[in-house]
């Protein structure tokens, strides 16, 4: 049976923030255009165009935050698909959901940190959906979306290859600093079936599309070695601890 350690995930938070701020800003434009009327503040020329910048203000501010709210509310999705599939996982593992992880000045939350007797895991969740382009080397990469109008979107995102490269260094460092050496390899999981992928990747570069490849690819995965569970419960209790200083 997994052992799952659930930590506490910042974006919940910044999520019911943004809502709330969605809500206000959504209901200031309405009593703005109210008291405009009720007061006949377009009698008078300044009280008009302050009334008027104010409305225009926070229709563009909702516009922000309502972007800002559908990204971290899309990646919760991403986390939670994620968390269904984790369910089913076979063995006795030690799954870390919203690890925050510090060494000196490098910093990071991970998604998922999965210690099982194979090896270490760290699972980056991306709920991005349209065509993924990219190379593992590549800065940026591009999510273009289509629609049935014949328009479409182009956004740029993190390399979340190199993403992950820096997260496997923190723990690599935090494990190394406590004097364990052990492989840590990483996986980045697309949640959403809409998705295309067209990525330029190295062989160890692992990539799953929706929850049975990202499920298969742990139940299958093989480095050759074996952890024991002391070993394991070694590695849970480094991370831990860690953790808490963060």
């Known amino acids: 049976m997994n052992k799952v350690i659930r930590c506490k995930n910042n974006n919940n938070r910044k999520v019911f923030g943004l809502l709330l701020a969605q809500v206000f800003l959504g209901v200031c434009p309405v009593l703005l255009l109210v008291f405009f009327v009720l007061f006949e503040m377009y009698e008078t020329k300044i009280l008009a165009i302050v009334a008027i910048v104010l409305i225009f203000l926070c229709n563009v501010a909702y516009s922000i935050v309502a972007r800002r709210y559908n990204v971290l509310n899309s990646g919760r999705r991403g986390e939670r698909q994620l968390y269904k599939a984790i369910k089913h996982l076979d063995g006795n593992n030690i799954v870390f959901c919203n690890l925050p992880v510090r060494y000196k000045r490098g910093r990071s939350e991970l998604d998922m940190l999965i210690i099982s007797h194979k090896g270490i895991i760290i699972v980056e969740v991306k ?58 390899d990483t996986v980045l999981y697309f949640s959403s079936c809409n998705a295309k992928l067209k990525l330029n990747l190295r062989e160890n570069d692992y990539v799953c599309l929706g929850s049975k490849e990202i499920l298969s690819f742990l139940n299958n995965y093989e480095r050759g070695e074996v952890i024991s569970k002391i070993q394991m419960e070694k590695y849970a209790r480094i991370l831990n601890e860690a953790r808490a200083n963060v």
């Open 127 to 184: 709920n991005h959906s349209g065509t993924i382009q990219g190379t593992w080397k590549a800065d940026k990469w591009e999510q273009k979306k289509y629609y049935k109008n014949g328009q479409h979107t182009v956004q740029e995102m993190d390399n979340p290859i190199k993403q992950m490269r820096r997260q496997r260094d923190i723990v690599k460092s935090i494990l190394n600093a406590a004097g364990e050496e052990v492989w840590i």
